[in-house]
């Protein structure tokens, strides 16, 4: 991990490196834009730039900016801390005044001629990530290590589900629920449940449409839309292949 402090230009300039990029401003203003996500970079506010992502930043007059450069090989190493997590997309932070200090600190010791020699970046680094990670809750995974998905979270999901049924949903958007990453996520859930997140999503969609079957008068290509299904034959495969009975039968049977 490479930590630097920075005057960025005033002229914007634009590019991309292999490196998973954080950087958090130590003394005036910077903006920054990726993805075209657009936002100021000061000391409240920080931007994180994925690796490969594509940015445009300027300066605004003089400024100190904190720059991480954290390559790809290293945040797969620290992925047991979930510090990867903090990559995943593009994004703007706003820090907390208790972050102040510790930016403070690093100002000060990175300003030193023997930080880089004695490996006081890598170390200021990791704290101010593991810092900022557990301040945005980014720091579920160290906990799921220990156990399962909670009942309560279980509950969660499936009332998170339920709300959702007329639209796609997916893995990232149901692990978001619990604070967990999409891969950590997928493991807990099939531990907790017996089944994937794509099958538990799929027989809680085929129950609803069960339901609504028995209980309205509602047309089928109607139940399969609000249930999430692309078309009426495919709630019917789904039928067939979860209650072996097709929507006729399932609605005759009330």
Do not use: K
């Not at 720091?139 to 009332?159: C, H, M």
């Amino acid at each position: 991990m490479r930590t630097r402090i920075l005057d960025l230009p005033v002229q914007t300039a634009t590019h991309a490196h292999p490196e998973h990029q954080l950087v958090i401003g130590l003394r005036g203003c910077a903006d920054f834009e990726v993805q075209g996500q657009g936002g100021a970079v000061n000391r409240l506010h920080a931007c994180v730039v994925p690796s490969g992502e594509a940015h445009a930043f300027s300066g605004r007059g003089h400024n100190n900016m904190l720059i991480m450069d954290l390559p790809v090989a290293a945040a797969g190493a620290l992925a047991s801390d979930g510090a990867h997590r903090l990559f995943e997309r593009p994004r703007f932070v706003q820090l907390d005044h208790q972050l102040q200090g510790l930016l403070d600190f690093a100002q000060y010791a990175l300003a030193a001629p023997q930080a880089a020699d004695d490996g006081l970046e890598w170390h200021l680094g990791g704290v101010v990530l593991a810092s900022l990670q557990r301040r945005l809750g980014l720091d579920g995974d160290v906990q799921r290590a220990r156990g399962a998905l909670s009942a309560q979270e279980l509950q969660r999901l499936e009332a998170y589900v339920l709300a959702n049924l007329d639209r796609p949903l997916s893995v990232a958007a149901l692990a978001a629920q619990v604070c967990v990453s999409s891969s950590h996520f997928h493991a807990l859930y099939r531990q907790a449940t017996g089944m994937t997140p794509h099958q538990h999503v799929l027989a809680l969609r085929v129950r609803e449409a069960a339901q609504l079957l028995r209980e309205t008068r509602l047309p089928v290509a109607e139940i399969a839309s609000r249930c999430g299904f692309s078309s009426q034959s495919a709630l019917t495969h789904a039928l067939r292949r979860q209650l072996g009975e097709t929507p006729r039968a399932v609605r005759l049977s009330a």
